[in-house]
């Protein structure tokens, strides 16, 4: 069983940068991330709001110079090494791996992040894979000059129905509302760009396929209009995300939908635990608000191995 | 609001916790040691909610040596569960009322 300070599950901007501060302390860590670290800019393209780089970044440049950054003070790294379960032994936390390895913590820091909603409507499962995507970095060269929709009204909804007009000859943005929730400098673009077209008020009631693959999707109204059903190669879906919580739900209080509650320290209503990130409840989740909360959560989790136990 | 927490001191410490005859959770604390004064507010919760079935107690080590020494208390907070005068489980270290009330399920 391998021992250390600190334990930190996750290893996007939350846990990197909280594996920079509590290195940077001293205190022995590792961080464990169940594929390559950087979290989700690993999939986006360009990050043009994390602050430092006025000319915008790449997704995986940025995650390569922050898990360059924690290794360089010392902070162990273990991809590709996913936690199969958490467990309790006196004060201390006890990780297992699923390669049965076992890890004892004195303090962990959760900033396991978040995975893409799914819609759950017929058709999805049938045809993920086969036109039904979450990630258009990934797939949106696939769908040149062809047509695609875009589910979402939120910043990542927007910002990549306009990354798929690269590739893309028509990308219809569907929203179940009559205005987007995106920031305004970003709907700006999308009202501008003329492969964009809006369906307001709409939600997906089917993914409809032909040859093994998506052919249309048939649109309800919000509004009590009457059904809408277009034709499309590809459905690109961006409706908020799941906290992955469930590795510490029996230990730590979450809110209704699953995220981790915290104060705006990182501290969870379990001593010894804390989390950043996209698992907390945090309002916004963003690289920036990730990585300034894996740095407060951090330093609680520094105070808490020093106090945890006192001497008498 | 009244105080749930029975206080133990080294003199008492025999009719009060040895001679109970009921279960006693005895929490060994210290006015200057953060996690203990963490346990306060839950230590109370479980002290009213599971009167009755268990008694719940703390000890000030500052003021009360003899008894922890005699139980090796090297570390604060240590929460002691004793029936019929022994000891029959140890937990150090903070902890949220939910692993409280599970650690002592078994005597409730």
């Known amino acids: ?312 | 609001m009244a105080e749930n927490v029975m206080q133990v001191t080294d003199a008492a410490f025999e009719a009060s916790v040895v001679k109970s005859d009921k279960p006693v959770l005895l929490d060994f604390w210290a006015p200057w040691c953060g996690p203990c004064r963490m346990m306060e507010p839950v230590l109370e919760e479980v002290a009213g909610e599971q009167a009755g079935k268990i008694v719940v107690g703390k000890l000030n080590v500052d003021e009360n040596p003899g008894t922890a020494t005699k139980f090796d208390i090297l570390s604060i907070p240590t929460l002691l569960v004793f029936v019929n005068g022994e000891v029959v489980k140890k937990l150090v270290g903070a902890m949220p009322k939910k692993r409280l009330l599970e650690e002592i399920s078994p005597w409730v």
């Open chain 1, 1 to 312: 069983m391998q021992e250390v300070d600190i334990a930190i599950i996750g290893g996007g901007p939350a846990g990197l940068t909280a594996a920079l501060y509590t290195s940077r302390a001293r205190a022995s860590t590792v961080v464990f991330d169940s594929g390559m670290t950087g979290g989700q800019i690993v999939t986006t393209e360009h990050v043009e709001n994390y602050p430092g780089f006025p000319e915008g970044i790449a997704g995986p440049e940025l995650g390569r110079l922050m898990l360059e950054q924690a290794q360089r003070f010392g902070a162990f790294i273990e991809a590709f090494n996913s936690i199969e379960s958490v467990g309790l032994d006196g004060i201390d936390f006890v990780l297992k791996t699923t390669e049965d390895e076992e890890y004892r913590a004195k303090s962990l820091i959760i900033a396991t992040g978040a995975v893409p909603k799914k819609l759950g409507v017929p058709g999805e499962a049938e045809f993920t894979g086969r036109g039904v995507s979450w990630c258009a970095t990934c797939d949106g060269a696939l769908f040149r000059d062809k047509v695609v929709a875009v589910i979402g009204g939120g910043d990542a909804a927007v910002e990549e129905a306009i990354f798929l007009t690269k590739f893309a000859r028509e990308v219809h943005l569907v929203h179940r509302r009559d205005e987007l929730r995106a920031t305004k400098c970003i709907q700006e673009r999308c009202f501008e760009n003329d492969k964009i077209i809006l369906h307001w008020s709409r939600a997906v009631a089917e993914i409809i396929g032909e040859n093994g693959k998506v052919s249309a999707i048939r649109l309800p109204s919000t509004k009590a209009d009457p059904d809408e059903t277009i034709a499309v190669d590809g459905v690109f879906e961006f409706v908020g995300v799941d906290p992955k919580s469930d590795l510490v739900k029996h230990l730590v209080d979450c809110n209704e939908a699953g995220f981790i509650k915290t104060d705006h320290n990182g501290i969870t209503t379990y001593p010894g635990i804390f989390a950043a990130g996209d698992v907390t409840d945090s309002e916004l989740k963003q690289v920036v608000t990730a990585a300034g909360r894996g740095a407060s959560a951090a330093f609680e989790a520094l105070r808490y191995i020093d106090a945890r136990l006192c001497t008498i």
